[in-house]
């Protein structure tokens, strides 16, 4: 039958640590800033879009966000 092969632990072969490499701020900042103005329009279509100062003319956008409105504790009615 012959010597059976025999394998340990210690065999595994480790890739070396690599370090992460940095992301330069001109390379982030135009995605924070659009994040950002993401972030603001929301805002305001949650809180703000209905009467007076509705930038969209009709109740669409009211009944649409009306739920997602109460969820975040925006005055409504």
Same mark, same amino acid.
């Given at each position: 039958?012959?010597?059976?092969?025999?394998?340990?632990?210690?065999?595994?072969?480790?890739?070396?640590?690599?370090?992460?490499?940095?992301?330069? &701020?001109?390379? #982030?900042?135009?995605?924070? =800033?659009?994040? +950002?103005?993401? $972030? &603001?329009?929301? #805002?305001?279509?949650?809180? =703000?879009?209905? +009467?007076?100062? $509705? &930038?969209?003319?009709?109740?669409?956008?009211?009944?649409?966000?009306?739920?997602?409105?109460?969820?975040?504790?925006?005055?409504?009615?």
């Amino acid at each position: 039958m012959g010597n059976p092969v025999r394998q340990d632990m210690n065999g595994f072969i480790h890739a070396p640590a690599t370090r992460p490499v940095p992301i330069p &701020l001109r390379e #982030i900042l135009p995605w924070a =800033a659009f994040a +950002g103005v993401l $972030a &603001l329009l929301l #805002i305001y279509f949650l809180g =703000a879009e209905q +009467g007076a100062t $509705a &930038l969209i003319s009709g109740h669409y956008v009211h009944d649409y966000v009306h739920d997602g409105r109460h969820l975040l504790a925006f005055p409504c009615h």
